[in-house]
């Protein structure tokens, strides 16, 4: 078992930016993917990004040039920095873990899930 424990949401005007961080605990021995999907009211759940155990990271396009992902194997932790925030990004943020190393960037492929956290974005 993975826990996930998210932190950093709030509310932002349009431009500004957050980070979120992500910490797990449990199962941390194992080589994991970690990343973050999003879910807008009335929307389905999307991928934003996510980095393999090795640090190779895939971004959807919604948050190319504006989003960073990071990790800290160390501290177990995965980050994203969101800058220029659009009103469009407003959505309940999820850290998701694959215990497949190589990467994901679908639902069915998450094996954990955190609590999520709100970001508004503001105009």
């Known amino acids: 078992q993975v826990q996930l424990v998210e932190s950093g949401g709030g509310s932002v005007q349009a431009g500004g930016s957050l980070r979120l961080s992500c910490a797990a605990s449990?199962?941390?021995?194992?080589?994991?993917?970690m990343g973050w999907f999003r879910q807008a009211p009335g929307k389905e759940r999307e991928w934003v990004t996510c980095?393999?155990?090795?640090?190779?990271?895939y971004y959807a396009d919604s948050g190319k040039g504006r989003f960073t992902i990071a990790r800290d194997n160390a501290k177990n932790t995965v980050y994203l920095q969101m800058n220029s925030l659009k009103p469009e990004d407003t959505a309940v943020y999820y850290c998701?873990?694959?215990?497949?190393?190589?990467?994901?960037?679908?639902?069915?492929?998450?094996?954990?899930w955190g609590q999520g956290t709100q970001v508004t974005v503001s105009s």
């Open positions: 449990g199962r941390t021995s194992s080589r994991y993917a």
């Open positions: 998701a873990v694959d215990l497949n190393p190589y990467g994901f960037s679908s639902v069915g492929n998450v094996d954990y």
């Open positions: 980095i393999t155990w090795s640090g190779k990271i």
